[in-house]
Structure formats: C-alpha cells, structure tokens
C-alpha cells in the first residue's frame, strides 16, 4: 500500500483531516537542505555521545539524542515550525494547551532489525483514552532521506481504533520521503521504525506534541535549563509548558503564570472563572446550586 504524500503548501486542515482518518500524513519538502545541514552540524556531537538502545524497543542498532531544544538552535525552528504547529494546532484542537512531548534525532544505524509495531499512546500508563479523544500528535522529520532500505518508519494506515489485530499485515507500508519531508502520525496508529538493511544511516528528528494535560514523554524544564529556557522567545517556551495546560495545571507559587515566573515576574495564571467560561465540557464540572434539578 503506497502512502499519501501532501505538497509544502498542503493546507493544515487538509493534512489534520486526512491524520484524523488514517493516522498519518506525509508533507513532502517542509525544510531546506541548509536547515537541515545546520541542524545535524549542531546535533552530530551529541549524536555521537549517544548510546545504543538497551532493548528491542529501543533499538540496540539505534541511538537516541534527545534534549533538542536545548543543543540545537535549528531544532528550535522546527519544534515551531508553522506547517507542523498548523497541522498539530487543528489535529488537537479540543484541548485548551498543547505542549511539546518529547524531542529526539533517532538514527538508525545498519544492522538494525525492526521495531515492534506500536501505538505511541502506550506512553501514558496504557490508559484506554476512547477512539475519538487524541492525546498527542507527532512529527518526524527527515534528517537524512527516509527509504525502505534505510529504516524508514512502518505505518500501518487506518489502524488507530481496531482492537482486533491479526488481518492488518497488508496495511503495512513504509513512510519513505526525502530529506526535509516531514511525516505527521498520531498516538493511536501502529507504526514502527523500519530494518536498517543498508549500508548507511537513516537519522529522523521526532517532535511530538501532546495535550496540555498530561505528562511530558520529555522533561522539558529539566532537558532544558533555565539559564537557557531564558534565552528562548514565548511562543517557544509557551509550546515546551510554560503555559498552564488548561487551567489550574502548572502554575507556580501564588499561582503565578509559568512563563512570567521564569522570567522573575508575579503575572497571575489563569483560573477556572477564566477558562469555564470557553469550555462546553466545564457545564458537567461547574455549577450554581440553583441550577441543580430537584
Ligand atoms: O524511528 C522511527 O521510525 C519510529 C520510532 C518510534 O516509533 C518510537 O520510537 O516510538
Ligand atoms: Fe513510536
């Protein structure tokens, strides 16, 4: 099964619809080759001190280098750039904060055998969140060319709300793309990193973005320090947490806003009074006693 393949200039609602309908999309020729040399420039050193994985999952071909935002300014235009913040904005729309998952350069080095199909949901203690409520939505990005040799992540399309798995083997296609291309897929969908049959690397940047309420995969206010969090503009630092994920969640102190707290600031964060008021779900949670039946 060949997977579809959107143009740069995809409109964001077009590629969220089709994530929404078959777990993935695949925007072809997002960033330039100098963004993406400049990045593995900054990266190759903490490439390079990376670890193999220590289990199948992991990959024990496979080196994993995370803390992006931190050790590469080139990661930082990525994590905000407008295709992906556009797509991931109007795929997690029913939430009030998305935030920043987890950043990581995966490389796939030859030898490498095949990831275990999984849905990357799993994350969050194996909740069963129904077939309709998105939890995260994720981007992998090309570092080098993604090829069936190579690696290139298995997607098996359309699988994000079967239960019942033993016929879904001819949905199995690889998401193979150029370098710069950037592949969306969501946290429900079987999909895995390929078999690295090749002589050379495959190295994908995996950005991933998740409702506001939940656990970061990635710590972002430790993988990231202040002294460099301080350096970082507010749009940037908003989509890493320093936001209230909804109301009430991670504010500081005297319900200082996180944002102004790490710039030494006293800004209140929001409140329930604030947030209710736009949220149709908060009528179930927030009521005067003369509004009650009886
Ligand atoms: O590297 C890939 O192609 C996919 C990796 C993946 O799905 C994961 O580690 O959760
Ligand atoms: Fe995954």
Known sequence: MALSHFPPS?????????????????????????????????????????????????????????????RCPTARELVMHPVAVGVVSEFLSHVSAVQLHLTQIITV???????????????????????????????????????AENGATHILAGTSGVDDERSLR?????????????????????????????????????????????????????????????????????MMGYTQGAFALGYVGDQTDPLAALRGGTAKAKTIGVVAEFNENAREFVTDIDDLGG
């Open 109 to 147: 080095e030859p030898g490498e055998t095949r990831q275990k199909l999984h849905r990357d949901e799993m994350a969050f203690d194996f909740f069963p969140f129904g077939a309709d409520y998105h939890v995260q939505c994720n981007t992998m990005w090309a570092l080098t060319d993604f090829t």
């Open 10 to 70: 995809a409109d964001p609602a077009e590629v969220s619809d089709h994530l929404r309908r078959f777990g993935y999309a695949i925007v072809d020729g997002v960033a330039d080759s100098a963004t993406m040399d400049r990045l593995e420039a900054e990266a190759m050193p903490f490439i390079e001190a990376s670890d193999a994985g220590r289990d199948e999952y992991d990959g024990r071909y496979t080196r994993r280098t995370g803390a992006l935002v931190a």
């Open 170 to 238: 001819m949905l199995d296609a690889q998401a193979e793309m150029r370098r710069g291309s950037v592949l969306f897929y969501e946290g429900k969908v079987l999909h895995g990193a390929g078999a690295n049959t090749s002589g050379g690397v495959r190295r994908g940047v995996n950005i991933t973005y998740a409702a506001g309420w939940v656990r970061q995969e990635e710590n972002q206010y430790l993988a990231c320090p202040p002294e460099i969090a301080r350096t970082l503009n507010d749009d940037l630092l908003r």
